[in-house]
């Protein structure tokens, strides 16, 4: 079960975050990722929870890497199966984008 406002939220943080990077990405907050290990140990990651997936979009999209998206299977969760994400952690990661693509561009 994918919530509408999640749904809502998601995309909209999904496209902030793409007019700031100039990437064309479907869902940063997708939780999977991987990295070449030399491009991981260029970057310091200085977030957790919500901020990471931002934090991390724009310091690669900062180092021209080759992104690729690769379609996952997703169900989601209701509250009572253990969702926990809240309006709360959207305005982390738009903090956490404005951060890092405006604020903390040389870094």
Same mark, same amino acid.
């Given at each position: 079960?994918?919530?509408?406002?999640?749904?809502? &939220?998601?995309?909209?943080?999904?496209? @902030?975050?793409?007019? !700031?990077?100039?990437?064309?990405?479907?869902? *940063?907050?997708?939780?999977?990722?991987?990295?070449?290990?030399?491009? !991981?140990?260029?970057?310091?990651?200085?977030?957790?929870? @919500? &901020? @990471?997936?931002?934090? *991390? $979009?724009?310091? !690669?999209?900062?180092?021209?890497?080759?992104?690729?998206?690769? &379609? *996952?299977?997703?169900? &989601?969760?209701?509250?009572?199966?253990?969702?926990?994400?809240?309006?709360?952690?959207?305005?982390?990661?738009?903090?956490?984008? $404005?951060?890092?693509? $405006? @604020?903390?561009?040389?870094?």
């Amino acid at each position: 079960m994918v919530y509408f406002w999640h749904m809502v &939220g998601n995309r909209l943080l999904t496209l @902030f975050s793409n007019m !700031l990077t100039n990437l064309n990405l479907t869902d *940063i907050e997708a939780c999977y990722k991987v990295f070449r290990c030399d491009l !991981l140990n260029s970057i310091t990651i200085e977030e957790d929870r @919500f &901020g @990471f997936e931002p934090e *991390i $979009v724009a310091k !690669l999209a900062r180092t021209r890497a080759r992104i690729y998206e690769v &379609g *996952i299977s997703y169900y &989601g969760r209701t509250y009572d199966q253990g969702k926990k994400i809240s309006w709360k952690d959207g305005v982390a990661a738009a903090y956490a984008i $404005v951060k890092y693509n $405006v @604020f903390r561009r040389g870094h």
